[in-house]
């Protein structure tokens, strides 16, 4: 790995909350894309936090050495088998063994004037 990789291993995104599919035809959903700008395939656990109940931290994500990756929060394939709960606040971490960018997306279209927006989470 040389000094210009750009990253951090640890992200927090403190604002998810999956939306319905709604009633456009582009169905509402939550991503986060992760680029791997090293030359190592990144591993990268991830915890989701509930208000109201404990957290879950069985889920794993695999990014290839210089590569990017979506993850979609409404596809069990891509939460490690986990269903996210429709319209309820959580969070999630993200530890990888890489360091690592992240971005976060959400497309809500629970009317026809659908909002759309991504946002960089926190790192350390």
Sequence with gaps: ???????????IIPDCELPPPGEGEMKGH?????VNDTDTDAVINV??????????????WHVGADRVRCFRMNNPDDMSGFIVPLETQYAMKL?????IVVQYGRLDNRQVNLAYYTTLGYAE
């Design 30 to 34: 939550e991503s986060v894309i992760v």
């Design 1 to 11: 790995m040389t000094s210009e990789v750009i990253g951090k291993k640890y992200w």
């Design 95 to 99: 530890s990888s063994n890489v360091p």
């Design 47 to 60: 915890k989701i936090y509930f208000t109201d109940r404990d957290s879950y931290k069985d889920i794993t």
